[in-house]
T-cell receptor, first 112, second 115 residues
């Protein structure tokens, strides 16, 4: 699976859009970009995934660049409950033979 | 649909004891994966079960074992507990049917403390 690079931390004001970047320059054509988040000591929560096209669901939007080498997760109206570590991963499908692997992720802190 | 559930949520054991953790997947999901998460090692894959068979296995000693029942519920067992087994144990379920992508959904985890 391709590796990803994320900033270690970010701040965002409550009510504003939080834009979390992720670089995955070695992604292959059939690998998906997935985003999960984890609030302290809770299980990771699936947010969204995409292959080539931009995606939107009730939680967030995922913007993938045309060359697929980077993506941005957008939380449109951040709330204090969005404070969490956000993980961007690139996987062929599901967990595969070695399961999912999370990097350090981005610690997003929403400021009141 | 109800999400993935795990029991118990918290557990305290002493060295040498054994422990059994339980996971109920999302209805219709046939694959259950188990992970260990610690601050130092991050998320580590233990094993995956599909249709009552272990399909994939991570690099953990034989003290860690699991099984899956016909209703897709799964248990994992850790025998002869060591201090280093203290961790958050996570269960994740997915359809497991082989179609891409096969999104994993995590449960809340079981926090195991070994004294």
């Amino acid at each position: 699976d391709a590796k990803t690079t994320q900033p270690p931390s970010m701040d965002c004001a409550e009510g504003r859009a939080a834009n979390l970047p992720c670089n995955h320059s070695t992604i292959s054509g059939n690998e998906y970009v997935y985003w999960y988040r984890q609030i302290h000591s809770q299980g990771p929560q699936y947010i969204i995934h995409g292959l080539k096209n931009n995606e939107t669901n009730e939680m967030a939007s995922l913007i993938i660049t045309e060359d697929r080498k980077s993506s941005t997760l957008i939380l449109p109206h951040a709330t204090l409950r969005d404070t969490a570590v956000y993980y961007c991963i690139v996987i062929l499908s599901g967990g595969g033979a070695d399961g999912l692997t999370f990097g350090k992720g981005t610690h997003l802190i929403i400021q009141p | 649909k109800a999400g993935v559930t795990q029991t118990p949520r918290y557990l305290i054991k002493t060295r040498g004891q054994q422990v059994t953790l339980s996971c109920s997947p999302i209805s219709g999901h046939r694959s259950v994966s188990w992970y260990q998460q610690t601050p130092g090692q991050g998320l580590q894959f233990l094993f995956e079960y599909f249709s009552e068979t272990q399909r994939n296995k991570g690099n953990f000693p034989g003290r860690f074992s699991g099984r899956q029942f016909s209703n897709s519920r799964s248990e994992m067992n850790v025998s002869t507990l060591e201090l280093g087994d203290s961790a958050l144990y996570l269960c994740a379920s997915s359809l497991g049917s082989g179609g891409a992508p096969d999104t994993q959904y995590f449960g809340p985890g079981t926090r195991l403390t070994v004294l």
